[in-house]
Each structure stands twice: as structure tokens, then as C-alpha cells.
């Protein structure tokens, strides 16, 4: 088998991780701490969208290191810090404790970690399957909603701290292992993108000699930078992240509101992950053979339709059919734009390039939990929280219609040469 594909799945395996536990699964910890410590829903979302901010800002930095070193170095430093910060969380008695430990340990990890590199070593090993190979990559995203339930039966029947600590130990036992597995470009073992021309056995991850990779016509950070194609797209991915991270984050004590007990609460948010595996998977797969920006469109107008049900279902079991249809956009819309930003600007700066739009991101991934917790604490209901989000999806649809595939500037002066 293609080595490629040994590198989709050891980072479906990390998605998983970084989903169903830091994000999705972290909502089991919000009542607890809460209750614990007396804080309300919109100091634990400040703290997390700081976590957030922090992950933004060293965006740039973390691409252009995975640019030049590879991603198993970092994801070597990042998934060990990640797991020591949940047995530390275990540990804290306050809220700067708190603040300090999930901002420079559990975040940093997650961030050095978890999407950059690994995202980036598949887009640098696939090229004509990049949809294929994406969709499944980031369907370990749904298959970490599995983790929820369980995370919520152990802080129910253990207690959050000694919840933390068992998190922060398996995360530990399975990311190394993904670690050894992940590198960086394929030319550096003999192979090209999709698995053409292998040069020796593709078990190893070592085929010989290495060959030059074809970068002619791929864009600089700077270059891509300066394209409007750049802009509107990650302005559209900062929108949405504002919405599914708004959304994410509260879906455990929204559920609970609704009359779900805690733990049933967690298997409802976790079934969200796994209900968006066929949007992750089939959507991203669907991108190989349809224009992508097409598909996201779609994508995020369902999103818009079935948030404003969610708003207004008045039990649990109203608002089980819309999420079937909120997962599978959320999972589309949030793939998509990964394998869309290498078919427009390449490979070669591709990490640093994300990582620019990290930067950018991090503006509505900040806000999106501020909103709903903000809401949740001054009106007692996530509804009016969820209509603005309705909104905000619709802004993210029309951002990524205007998306179209950048023109290399040299390509434009020479098609007018020519054509004088």
C-alpha cells in the first residue's frame, strides 16, 4: 500500500484526538468546573477562545517550521504537551491555574501537534486524490465523537479530575505512535503525490533515491498573500469557525437544557462527530470530481437552515433529526477548504500558508464560544446565540462563492504577450 495512506490514517487517528477530546469532549468539563469553582459558561469560553487566540497567533510560525523541518518533529513535541497538560488540569485550584495550564500546554499541544503538520503531510502526498484522501483523514474528526460519551461516563462516575488524568495518559500511549509514522514530502522517499513511480518498498517510508519536486507553479506564502482568492476564502473559513466553534463547545450543557442527563448530553454531543463522518468523507471525496467551492456553498447553506431548527426545538428528541443534517454540512464545510487551499496555491508553502489562515481564523474561533456563553448567561437560552449563527453561516456562504481559483500574475502578463 502507498505510504500516503499510512500517513491518512495515523492523522485520522490524531483528528480523533484532538476532536473528541479537546474540543467536542471538552464540554463534559464546563459544568464541573463551573460548579466546582463558581464560574459561569462565559469565563470557561473566555478562557478557551484565549487558547484559541494563542494557537492563531504562532500560526504563521508553526507553518514555516513544518515547511522547513517536516511535521513529525512538531507533532513529537506537541501531542506529549498536550496530554501532561490534562494530568496538570487534574491538579488545578484556581482560575489562573486553569487559564495557564489550558493556554501553554493542552492548546499549545494541540496546535504544534494535531492540524497543521498532519494536514499538511497529506497534502503534500496526494495531489489528484487529495479530496479522497482528506475526507478520510479528517473523518477521524467524527470517529473522536466516540470518545465523548466515554469521556462523559468518566467525569460522571469518577469525577473530572481523575477523568483528566486518564485523558492526558492516552492521548500520551496513542500519539506517539502517530508521530513515528508521519513525513514530510514524498519526493524525499522516491515516491511522487498519489503513489506514481515507487522506487522501492513502500512499507518502509524510506524508498531511494529521492527526487526533486515539481514546484513551478506553485505560490509563496507572500504570493498567496497578496491574491483576493486568499482573503475571501479564509475570511469564509473564520465565519464558520465562528459557528461550529460557538456551536462545539456549548452542544453538551445545550442538550443538557433540553432535559438530557449529563452523560446522555455527552453521547448526543459525540454522535454529532460521528454523524458528520459521511459529510467529511463523502463531501471532500465528492471535491475531486465537482468544484469544491460548489459543494461548500451547498454545505453551508444546509448548515444555516438546520442551526435555525436547532434553535427552536423545544426537547432532545426534536432536535435529533436537524442534527443529522447540521454534522454532515459542519463536517463538508470544515474538510473542504483544506484540500481547496492546496488545489489553489500548492505544495511548497503550503503549512505556512495555513498557517496565515490560522491567524486569521482565530478571529471567529474566539468569538464563536464568547457569543453562546455570553447568551447562555444573560438570557438563560443558547437561542438567540444560534440565529446569529444562522446569519453567520450565510455570511460564509456568500465569502466562499467569491472564492475562485487565484491567476498567477506572470501567467496573466504572459497570456496578454502573447496575445498581442
Known amino acids: 500500500m502507498f505510504y500516503g495512506w499510512w500517513i491518512v490514517v495515523a492523522g485520522g487517528i490524531a483528528m480523533s484526538i484532538a476532536s473528541g477530546i479537546n474540543f467536542h469532549g471538552f464540554g463534559n468539563f464546563i459544568i464541573p468546573l463551573g460548579d466546582e469553582f463558581g464560574w459561569s459558561r462565559t469565563t470557561i469560553s473566555i478562557v478557551f477562545s484565549v487558547a484559541r487566540l494563542e494557537s492563531g ?3 504563521p510560525a ?6 522547513r523541518v517536516g511535521p513529525r518533529r512538531l507533532i513529537a513535541v506537541g501531542i506529549p504537551l498536550m496530554g501532561l497538560g490534562y494530568i496538570a488540569m487534574s491538579r488545578i485550584d484556581g482560575l489562573l491555574a486553569f487559564f495557564f495550564v489550558y493556554v ?7 496546535s504544534l501537534g494535531m492540524s497543521t503538520p498532519i494536514t499538511a503531510a497529506v497534502a503534500n502526498w496526494f495531489s489528484r486524490r487529495r479530496g479522497l484522501a482528506f475526507g478520510i483523514m479528517w473523518s477521524g474528526v467524527g470517529f473522536g465523537g466516540l470518545f465523548v460519551p466515554a469521556l462523559g461516563w468518566l467525569v460522571e462516575t469518577y469525577g473530572w479530575r481523575p477523568a483528566a488524568v486518564a485523558v492526558g495518559v492516552f492521548i500520551v500511549a496513542l500519539g506517539l505512535p502517530v508521530a513515528a509514522v508521519m513525513r514530510h514530502r514524498p519526493e524525499q522517499y522516491g515516491y511522487y503525490p498519489d503513489g506514481r513511480a515507487p522506487t522501492a518498498s513502500a512499507g518502509s517510508g524510506r524508498a531511494r533515491p529521492p527526487i526533486m519536486p515539481d514546484f513551478s507553479d506553485d505560490f509563496t506564502a507572500r504570493e498567496a498573500l497578496r491574491t483576493s482568492s486568499f482573503w475571501f476564502l479564509t475570511m469564509s473559513i473564520m465565519v464558520r469557525s465562528l459557528v461550529s466553534g460557538g456551536i462545539g463547545l456549548h452542544l453538551v450543557p445545550f442538550f443538557v437544557g433540553l432535559g438530557a442527563s449529563p452523560v446522555g448530553a455527552a453521547a448526543l454531543a459525540g454522535s454529532v462527530g460521528v454523524m458528520s463522518i459521511p459529510g467529511r468523507f463523502g463531501l471532500s471525496a465528492l471535491g475531486d470530481f465537482v ?3 460548489y459543494v461548500m456553498v451547498v454545505s453551508l447553506l444546509v448548515m444555516a437552515v438546520s442551526i435555525v431548527f436547532m434553535a427552536r426545538a423545544p ?3 426534536a432536535v435529533i433529526p436537524v442534527l443529522v443534517a447540521f454534522a454532515a454540512s459542519q463536517g463538508g464545510t470544515s474538510v473542504i477548504p483544506q484540500s481547496l487551499i492546496a488545489d489553489y496555491f500548492g505544495r511548497r508553502s503550503y503549512a505556512t500558508i495555513q498557517g496565515f489562515r490560522s491567524s486569521v481564523q482565530m478571529g471567529g474561533i474566539i468569538a464563536g464560544p464568547i ?3 455570553y447568551a447562555y448567561d444573560t438570557t438563560g437560552s443558547y437561542t438567540y446565540a444560534f440565529f446569529a449563527f444562522s446569519a453567520a453561516a450565510l455570511v460564509s456562504m456568500a465569502l466562499v462563492f467569491m472564492a475562485k481559483a487565484p491567476v498567477r500574475r506572470e501567467a496573466v502578463i504572459g497570456g496578454r504577450q502573447s496575445d498581442g
Open 57 to 59: 497567533l504562532i500560526g
Open 62 to 67: 508553526e507553518g514555516w517550521a513544518v515547511d
Open 315 to 317: 426537547s432532545v428528541s
Open 291 to 293: 468544484n469544491k467551492r
Open 371 to 373: 457569543i453562546s456563553g
Open 104 to 110: 501553554f500546554m493542552i492548546a499549545l499541544g494541540n
